[in-house]
C-alpha cells in the first residue's frame, strides 16, 4: 500500500477500507509513516469526514497500537469521560464515589487541552501526587480501594498519544471522527463493562453548540455500544463554568468540600448524575432516584471523603498537601443588572495567562492561580458587587487576566433565565 494513495482516496471523498485504515496507523505508530503525512490524512478525515464502519476500524486500529489493562476481580469496570469543561472537576469526586459502591474505576486520565483543565493537572495540585503509576500498581490499588485515577501507561493507545499531538498543532482537533477515536480507543483499552460520557457544549467546552454536542454523542455511543461497553450519556450545559472554582489547587479544595456533603449544588448535582447512571447500567440501583439518594447519602456521610483520602495516599499525596492559592484581587460590577452571559473562552485564557493552563506544550503549570466565581448567569448584581475573584500572586499577570474578565462578562437590564444544567441523550 501506498500511504499517498490512501490520504488521495480520502481527500476525494473515497471511504476507506478497513486495511487501509490499519496501515496508516500501524505504520505511523511505528514510525514507518512521517508527520507530514499522518497530518495531510488528519486534514482530508476533518474536511471529509468518515462513515460510521470507518470510525469503527480507526478506533480498533489504535486500540490495537497498544495492549488493554487486563481485567482483574469480579467487579464491574466503571467509568466518566467528559469531553472537557472550563471548572470540570467531577471526576475527583466521581472515582471515589463509584469505589464506594463496589464498582472498579480505573479513571485514565488526560492534561488540560485549550482553556478546559485536565484531572492529571488538578491532582498534580497536590503536593506528592503521582499520576504515572505503572500497570501492576493499577492493578494494586483498584484491588485495594476500587479506584485510581492517573495517566495513560506507555502500552494503552500509544497511538493515540502521538496523533493527539499531532492533531493539536495542525488544526485538526475538532472532527467528530477523530474525537470518536480518541476517546473511545482510550475506554474501550481500560476493558470497561459501562461507561457514561459528559458531553459539554458552550463557550465554556470544546464544542460550541448542543447540535455538535449531540452529533459527537451519538457517535460517542455507537462505538461504546458495537465494543459491548454499556454506554449512556448526558449532554451539559457549559455556557458558565462549572462551580465556583476554576483553576487547580482551587479546583481540588471545591472537589473536597463536595466530598464533604458540601460545595456548590450543581458540581454536586452533575456528579451524582453522571453517576448515578452508572450503578443503573451495573445494576446496582433499579431506579434513577434511588441511585442518587445512595449517591447523596455517600457524600454527607464522609464516606466518599474517606475513599479519596486513601486514594490520594496510595498515590503517595496528602489532601493536607494542597498547594497554596494566590492573592485575591475582586473584579467588581460596573453597574447594577442581571448577568446576562459568561464567555468561557475568555475566562480560560486569563487562567491560562496567569499560568494555570499550558501555552506552548509540556510548559509547567502554577498551580496557585484560578478564578473564584461569585455569580452565574441570571444574578441580580447591585452595582460595584464581586463577580469573581482573580487568584495570582503576580500582579502583572493578574491585571492581564482582570482586562479578559471584563470583556467576559455581560451585564444587562434584562433578567435572564439559569440555563439547565444537563439532560439525557437518547439516540434516535
Ligand atoms: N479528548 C480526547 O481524548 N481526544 C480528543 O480528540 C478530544 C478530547
Given at each position: 500500500m501506498i500511504p499517498a494513495v490512501v490520504i488521495a482516496n480520502k481527500r476525494d471523498r473515497r471511504p476507506l477500507s478497513s486495511d487501509e485504515i490499519k496501515f496508516m496507523i500501524d505504520g505511523y505508530s511505528c514510525g514507518r509513516i512521517p508527520d507530514y503525512q499522518m497530518s495531510a490524512l488528519a486534514m482530508a478525515i476533518y474536511l471529509n469526514g468518515m462513515s460510521d464502519r470507518e470510525i469503527s476500524d480507526l478506533t480498533d486500529s489504535m486500540i490495537a497500537s497498544g495492549s488493554k489493562l487486563v481485567k482483574v476481580g469480579d467487579k464491574p469496570r466503571v467509568d466518566k469521560h467528559s469531553t472537557g469543561g472550563l471548572g470540570d472537576k467531577t471526576s475527583l469526586i466521581l472515582a471515589p464515589l463509584l469505589a464506594c459502591c463496589d464498582l472498579h474505576v480505573p479513571m485514565i486520565s488526560g492534561r488540560g487541552l485549550g482553556i478546559t483543565g485536565g484531572t492529571l493537572d488538578k491532582l498534580e495540585a497536590?503536593?506528592?501526587?503521582?499520576?504515572?503509576?505503572?500497570e501492576s500498581e493499577i492493578h494494586r490499588q483498584l484491588d485495594s480501594l476500587g479506584c485510581v485515577i492517573t495517566g495513560a501507561t506507555?502500552?494503552?493507545?500509544?497511538a493515540d498519544k502521538k496523533l493527539y499531538g499531532l492533531r493539536d498543532v495542525t488544526?485538526?482537533?475538532?472532527?467528530i471522527p477523530l474525537i470518536t477515536a480518541s476517546i473511545m480507543s482510550k475506554k474501550i483499552a481500560e476493558s470497561l463493562d459501562a461507561l457514561v460520557l459528559d458531553v459539554k457544549f458552550g463557550s465554556?467546552?470544546?464544542?460550541?453548540t448542543e447540535e455538535l454536542a449531540e452529533e459527537l454523542a451519538a457517535s460517542l455511543m455507537r462505538v461504546g455500544k458495537d465494543a459491548g461497553v454499556l454506554t449512556t450519556a448526558l449532554i451539559t450545559d457549559m455556557t458558565q463554568p462549572l462551580g465556583g472554582m476554576v483553576g487547580n489547587a482551587c479546583e481540588v479544595n471545591e472537589s473536597i468540600a463536595i466530598l464533604q456533603g458540601g460545595g456548590p449544588s450543581d458540581v454536586r448535582e452533575l456528579t451524582i448524575e453522571l453517576a448515578a447512571r452508572l450503578l443503573l447500567s451495573t445494576k446496582r440501583e433499579a431506579q434513577l432516584d434511588d441511585a442518587r439518594s445512595r449517591l447523596g447519602k455517600l457524600l454527607d456521610s464522609g464516606s466518599a471523603m474517606d475513599r479519596f483520602e486513601r486514594m490520594v495516599h496510595a498515590q503517595s499525596?496528602?489532601?493536607?498537601?494542597v498547594r497554596p492559592i494566590g492573592q485575591s484581587r475582586p473584579f467588581l460590577a460596573k453597574?447594577?443588572?442581571?448577568?446576562?452571559?459568561?464567555?468561557g473562552q475568555l475566562l480560560g485564557q486569563a487562567v491560562i495567562a496567569m499560568g494555570?493552563?499550558?501555552?506552548?506544550?509540556g510548559q509547567a503549570i502554577d498551580f496557585s492561580v484560578g478564578l473564584k466565581m461569585h455569580c452565574k448567569i441570571g444574578h441580580c448584581l447591585t452595582e460595584e458587587q464581586p463577580i469573581l475573584d482573580i487568584q495570582c500572586d503576580d500582579e502583572n499577570k493578574s491585571q492581564i487576566a482582570m482586562q479578559l474578565v471584563e470583556r467576559a462578562i455581560t451585564i444587562s437590564d434584562e433578567p435572564q433565565k439559569r440555563p439547565s444544567l444537563w439532560r439525557n441523550f437518547v439516540t434516535k
Open positions: 497536590i503536593e506528592g501526587f503521582r499520576t504515572n503509576l505503572t506507555e502500552s494503552l493507545v500509544p488544526a485538526t482537533v475538532p472532527s465554556g467546552a470544546f464544542l460550541a499525596g496528602s489532601i493536607r498537601a453597574y447594577a443588572g442581571y448577568i446576562q452571559a459568561i464567555d494555570g493552563g499550558r501555552m506552548v506544550t
